[in-house]
């Protein structure tokens, strides 16, 4: 059964990491949806100019540079309906855990987790106080517990610890809210991170990613998704 959808049109939407890749896609997407994105880049000077879409500095790594971005867009825009957790790096390759540098583990889970955990402490006390919200973690099937293979050590412990903070965070929203935080995986695609031989678009990513973050109020919280079905954890 295809997830209940609500339209996105005049939802103020945060997208973390938009400069390129699936953020840029997902930013794009939202804009042409009718929502109010806002783009929380490294270098604001580098993002494509897309007509309507607020460009805000953000650094996921830092705890200041987040708390200013979330500031500065409920400041502007009034308030916050929805954030996308895409900002994510990658950088120990097929690295075996065996072989991880202690200090590569710590970069990833600053940017991977830590980051988002920043956020949506951030965001979520003003999504529950007006009882809507709706937060999405871009996620990975090399975080999945049941797919669990070696290599891409600091990035799988990463995203397994995020499905976890996806759990927890609905968990705590409760039941009955119609604030809803899920986790998803966008499949393997064509950015730097996927490279050159992935098999699908960012624009076919980004519309799942749209409509995770549009889901309705009789939708799903706490859940983990690929192509609007559920996967596996
Ligand atoms: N591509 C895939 O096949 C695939 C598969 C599964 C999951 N994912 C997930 O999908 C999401 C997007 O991936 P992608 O393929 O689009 O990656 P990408 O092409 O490498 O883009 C990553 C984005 O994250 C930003 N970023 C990195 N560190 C940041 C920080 N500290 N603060 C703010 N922004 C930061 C980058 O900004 P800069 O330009 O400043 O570096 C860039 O905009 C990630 O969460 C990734 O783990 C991707």
Redesign the pocket.
Known sequence: MPLPIEPAAGKVILV?????????ATARELRKRGAKVVA????PE?MPAIEGVTVLP????SAESCRAFVERAEKEQGRIDGLV??????IDGETPALALAEEDLRRAIE??LI?PFRLCQLVLPGMLKRGYGRIVN?????GAIGEMGGGFAS?RMT?LALNGLTRLLSAEAGRESNVKINSI??????????GAG?N?E?AE?ARDIADLVSIAANGPSGGFFYQGEPAEW
């Open positions: 973390t990491g938009a400069n390129r890749g699936i953020g840029l929380g880049v490294r270098k580098r953000l650094d996921a790594a957790n895409n900002a994510a790096i990658l940017v991977n980051g871009i996620s990975s099937v090399l990035y995203k995986h966008p499949g393997w695609v064509k950015t730097d991170m996927g992935a699908r960012p990513a």
